[in-house]
T-cell receptor, first 116, second 114 residues
Framework: SAVISQKPSRDICQRGTSLTIQCQVD?????MFWYRQQPGQSLTLIAT?????????ESGFVIDKFPISRPNLTFSTLTVSNMSPEDSSIYLC?????????????FGPGTRLTVT | AQSVTQLDSHVSVSEGTPVLLRCNYS??????LFWYVQHPNKGLQLLLK??????LVKGINGFEAEFKKSETSFHLTKPSAHMSDAAEYFC????????????FGTGTRLTVIP
C-alpha cells in the first residue's frame, strides 16, 4: 500500500487566516482525495484532486473556500481559506489504488486544525 | 442510494473477551465493504475488505467480518480483545469499483477494560 505523509500534523490558526496542507505519496497514484473529520464525527469527502485539472468538489464544498492543487501524481495541497472556528477539524488526504479485484483507499495521518 | 449504519456509537469490553461491532448497509448494487480503524491521533488504517469473494473475511490483528446479504450486515468480530484494540472503527461501503464514492458510517468507539 502507498505511504502517505501530511504537513503540518497540527496547527492552531486565527480566524480569517488561511492554511495550506500538503499531502505527499511515495508512489504515483491516479486518485487523491481530501476528507474532513469534524470533532466526534465521521469522515466527509471534500473533493477529488485531479492531476492537471480542477478538483471535483462534493456538495457543500466550494473551490473558493477549499482550493486544491495537484501538480503531479504524488503531491497535492488543500488550502482552508478565511478560516472560522467551524473549520476546526482533522483534514485527511487519501489515495485510491485498484488492487484486484477491488479498489482501496489509503489515508494519511491527518492534519488537526484548530481555529481560534 | 447507499448508506451505512453503525448500530453502536460506543462498545466497551473487558480484555480477553470477544468483540462485536455491528454494521448494516443499504445499497442498490453489489457493494464492496470495508472496516477501517483509527487510533487516537493517527490516520485511518484498513482492517479488512469484502469484494464479492468469500463472505467471511479475515483482516489484520485477528479481526474478521462476515458479509450477510440476507441481513445486509457486515459485523466486525474478534475472539479476544487486546488493550491495543481500543480505537474508533468505521464501517465503509463502496458501490463502484474504481470510484471514489466511499460512504462512511458514523463510527464505533471501542473501549477495552483491563
Amino acid at each position: 500500500s502507498a505511504v502517505i505523509s501530511q504537513k503540518p500534523s497540527r496547527d492552531i490558526c486565527q480566524r480569517g487566516t488561511s492554511l495550506t496542507i500538503q499531502c505527499q505519496v511515495d508512489s504515483q497514484v491516479t486518485m487523491m482525495f481530501w476528507y474532513r473529520q469534524q470533532p466526534g464525527q465521521s469522515l466527509t469527502l471534500i473533493a477529488t484532486a485531479n492531476q492537471g485539472s480542477e478538483a471535483t468538489y462534493e456538495s457543500g464544498f466550494v473551490i473558493d473556500k477549499f482550493p486544491i492543487s495537484r501538480p503531479n501524481l504524488t503531491f497535492s495541497t488543500l488550502t482552508v481559506s478565511n478560516m472560522s472556528p467551524e473549520d476546526s477539524s482533522i483534514y485527511l488526504c487519501s489515495v485510491g489504488q485498484m488492487l484486484a479485484p477491488s479498489y482501496e483507499q489509503y489515508f494519511g495521518p491527518g492534519t488537526r486544525l484548530t481555529v481560534t | 442510494a447507499q448508506s451505512v449504519t453503525q448500530l453502536d456509537s460506543h462498545v466497551s469490553v473487558s480484555e480477553g473477551t470477544p468483540v462485536l461491532l455491528r454494521c448494516n448497509y443499504s445499497s442498490s448494487y453489489s457493494p464492496s465493504l470495508f472496516w477501517y480503524v483509527q487510533h487516537p491521533n493517527k490516520g485511518l488504517q484498513l482492517l479488512l475488505k469484502y469484494t464479492s469473494a468469500a463472505t467471511l473475511v479475515k483482516g489484520i490483528n485477528g479481526f474478521e467480518a462476515e458479509f450477510k446479504k440476507s441481513e445486509t450486515s457486515f459485523h466486525l468480530t474478534k475472539p479476544s480483545a487486546h488493550m491495543s484494540d481500543a480505537a474508533e472503527y468505521f464501517c465503509v461501503v463502496s458501490v463502484e469499483a474504481g470510484a471514489n464514492n466511499l460512504f462512511f458510517g458514523t463510527g464505533t468507539r471501542l473501549t477495552v477494560i483491563p
